[in-house]
């Protein structure tokens, strides 16, 4: 029985919902007067529930999606102005007791390099990514209760946030790590992690336990239920994602909004962000195996739904996607992606060569280094932003959330988004990277409405050249 406030897996994600849903979308994908209906709710911010999303992914009417790409395009431009979010991965280990079949670090596979950073080596990547200029990073470790215990991930936790090397410094560390108990997720609360990442990878049950046939993981209830474990233990930015590829993209799709519905009615906050990966080649997993993989138009047409339909949820891409394909997607509604990342466990401090036994978890397809990120970002007119002020400032939780939906974000965002990137282009730009980007934080610093913040931004913007740092809004 569907229950949205249940704290039961199936009853919240219920699998009778989600097919009378797809039964629905179908019944209804050429119904105009509906359609209408349902875009000029999305155009009201109202947000749609996951059967009327799902009907306008049914929906194969040009002119009809045409409205939804715009209406896309327009609530990213009104939530998040032209600023994109910047992060890097940083894998601590790659052991891992499960049994995934899409990904490589799999117990079962014997030939993969298996590491685990040791204190000392974490030195050696954040230095290293701190000297590319990141501020925020994603720390991914598999699940393994004997080498990579909670105390191993909170001492790591402890040791990036004390590294300050030159200007460097990392300001908010999000995790993404296997579900844990509350206890375990009170714990990282205490170490100040930002947002706790889970990707549910499927929503579908039976394919979720042929796919996760061993392990700590095949358990799809103790998975799917581990946000409002996390949420118990104090965690309010919680990041959802399902791994596009493994099950019907309708069902994923149904399946993740049913998930934001039901911790916004049970929590009182949706989700902070949504991952959109799809499946990648990676040392022994071939893609072309899963046989419902996506094409660039329906990922599109994803991305456009989710902006419209949870507009104040951010969403992430990660390098698994080619430049081409974040181009598309950046103006749907995409605001945080990741740069220059290394998928492998100590790929920063010591890339790994063609001819090394690789670590990595997936192939990177967006292979550029982030002055280049940056710099495209740029020359398209995104702000580049290094921004981690909200978590710092407590702006979190259904406090971050009500400053968004009341646009109230946009008058932090922007400021915040110039000041960071400043400091960027001061300790680690190229000279033409820039170049580009103060002409650029002279013309959006005209862009900020409120006269008082302009001014104070302006100043803190020329301390930054004189050598000062970390302003925030
Ligand atoms: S997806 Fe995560 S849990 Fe599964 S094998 Fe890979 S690292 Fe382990
Ligand atoms: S001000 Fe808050 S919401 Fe805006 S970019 Fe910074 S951290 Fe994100």
């Given at each position: 029985?569907?229950?949205?406030?249940?704290?039961?897996?199936?009853?919240?994600?219920s699998?009778?919902?989600?097919?009378?849903?797809?039964a629905?979308?179908?019944?209804?994908?050429?119904?105009?007067?509906?359609?209408?209906?349902?875009?000029?709710?999305?155009?009201?911010?109202?947000?749609?529930t996951?059967?009327?999303?799902?009907?306008?992914?049914a929906?194969?009417?040009?002119?009809?999606i045409?409205?939804?790409y715009?209406?896309a395009?327009?609530?990213?431009?009104?939530?998040?102005?032209?600023?994109?979010?910047?992060?890097?991965?940083?894998?601590?280990?790659?052991y891992c007791?499960?049994?995934?079949?899409?990904?490589?670090?799999?117990?079962?596979?014997?030939?993969?390099?298996?590491?685990?950073?040791t204190?000392?080596?974490?030195?050696?990547?954040?230095?290293?990514?701190?000297d590319?200029?990141?501020?925020?990073?994603?720390?991914?470790?598999?699940?393994?209760?004997?080498?990579?215990?909670?105390?191993?991930?909170l001492e790591?936790?402890?040791?990036i946030?004390?590294?300050?090397?030159?200007?460097?410094?990392i300001?908010r560390?999000?995790?993404?790590?296997?579900?844990?108990t509350?206890?375990?997720?009170?714990?990282?609360?205490e170490?100040?992690?930002?947002t706790?990442?889970?990707?549910?990878e499927?929503?579908?049950?039976k394919?979720?336990?042929?796919?996760?046939?061993?392990?700590?993981?095949?358990?799809?209830?103790?998975?799917t239920?581990a946000?409002?474990?996390?949420?118990?233990?104090?965690?309010?930015?919680?990041?959802?994602?399902?791994l596009?590829?493994?099950?019907?993209?309708r069902?994923?799709?149904?399946?993740?909004?049913?998930?934001?519905?039901?911790?916004?009615?049970?929590?009182?906050?949706?989700?902070?962000?949504?991952?959109?990966p799809?499946?990648?080649?990676?040392?022994?997993?071939?893609?072309?195996?899963?046989?419902?993989?996506?094409?660039?138009?329906?990922?599109a047409?994803?991305?456009?739904?989710?902006?419209?339909?949870?507009?104040?949820?951010?969403?992430i891409?990660?390098?698994?996607e080619?430049?081409?394909?974040r181009?598309?997607?950046?103006?749907?509604?995409?605001?945080?992606?990741?740069?220059a990342?290394r998928?492998?466990?100590?790929g920063?401090?010591?890339?790994?060569?063609?001819?090394?036994?690789?670590?990595?978890?997936?192939?990177?397809?967006?292979?550029?280094?982030?002055?280049?990120?940056?710099?495209?970002?740029?020359?398209m007119?995104?702000?580049?932003s290094?921004c981690?002020?909200?978590y710092?400032?407590?702006?979190?939780?259904?406090?971050?959330?009500?400053?968004c939906?009341?646009m109230?974000?946009?008058?932090?965002?922007?400021?915040n988004?110039?000041?960071?990137?400043k400091?960027?282009?001061?300790?680690?730009?190229?000279?033409?990277?820039?170049?580009?980007?103060m002409?650029l934080i002279?013309?959006?610093?005209?862009?900020?409405?409120?006269?008082?913040?302009?001014?104070?931004?302006?100043?803190?913007?020329?301390?930054?050249?004189?050598?000062?740092?970390?302003?925030?809004f």
């Amino acid at each position: 029985m569907y229950n949205v406030t249940s704290l039961k897996a199936e009853e919240f994600i219920s699998d009778e919902e989600i097919q009378a849903t797809l039964a629905y979308a179908d019944a209804n994908k050429d119904n105009v007067a509906l359609i209408d209906e349902i875009i000029a709710k999305a155009k009201e911010r109202k947000g749609l529930t996951h059967r009327e999303a799902s009907v306008l992914l049914a929906c194969e009417i040009p002119e009809k999606i045409d409205e939804v790409y715009t209406l896309a395009e327009q609530l990213k431009k009104d939530y998040y102005g032209n600023r994109i979010v910047l992060f890097a991965p940083l894998y601590l280990s790659n052991y891992c007791v499960n049994g995934c079949v899409y990904c490589p670090y799999h117990a079962k596979n014997k030939h993969i390099a298996r590491k685990k950073l040791t204190q000392e080596e974490i030195v050696k990547e954040v230095t290293a990514l701190q000297d590319m200029g990141h501020k925020r990073l994603a720390i991914e470790a598999g699940e393994d209760p004997v080498n990579n215990p909670i105390e191993y991930i909170l001492e790591c936790i402890h040791t990036i946030y004390s590294i300050k090397h030159k200007n460097g410094a990392i300001r908010r560390v999000n995790v993404n790590i296997a579900a844990t108990t509350v206890e375990n997720y009170r714990k990282l609360k205490e170490a100040e992690i930002g947002t706790y990442i889970l990707f549910q990878e499927t929503y579908h049950k039976k394919s979720y336990e042929t796919l996760h046939p061993t392990g700590p993981k095949h358990d799809y209830a103790y998975h799917t239920e581990a946000m409002d474990r996390a949420m118990e233990g104090g965690i309010d930015d919680v990041g959802l994602g399902v791994l596009f590829g493994l099950e019907m993209y309708r069902y994923e799709f149904a399946g993740l909004l049913m998930h934001a519905e039901h911790l916004e009615a049970v929590h009182g906050v949706g989700p902070h962000t949504i991952s959109v990966p799809r499946i990648k080649h990676a040392d022994d997993i071939d893609p072309s195996v899963f046989d419902n993989g996506i094409s660039d138009d329906i990922f599109a047409k994803i991305c456009a739904l989710i902006r419209i339909s949870v507009p104040y949820t951010g969403m992430i891409i990660s390098t698994r996607e080619s430049q081409a394909v974040r181009e598309r997607v950046l103006p749907l509604g995409v605001s945080q992606i990741s740069g220059a990342s290394r998928t492998s466990v100590g790929g920063y401090a010591e890339p790994e060569t063609e001819e090394d036994v690789t670590s990595a978890q997936f192939d990177v397809s967006d292979q550029r280094t982030l002055d280049e990120v940056v710099n495209w970002l740029m020359k398209m007119d995104y702000i580049p932003s290094f921004c981690t002020a909200c978590y710092r400032e407590g702006r979190t939780g259904d406090r971050f959330m009500s400053l968004c939906k009341n646009m109230q974000i946009l008058n932090c965002c922007h400021p915040n988004a110039l000041m960071t990137l400043k400091e960027y282009l001061e300790d680690y730009a190229s000279e033409e990277t820039k170049k580009i980007g103060m002409a650029l934080i002279e013309r959006e610093l005209e862009n900020i409405p409120n006269p008082k913040v302009q001014r104070i931004a302006r100043e803190h913007i020329h301390d930054i050249s004189e050598g000062k740092r970390d302003f925030r809004f």
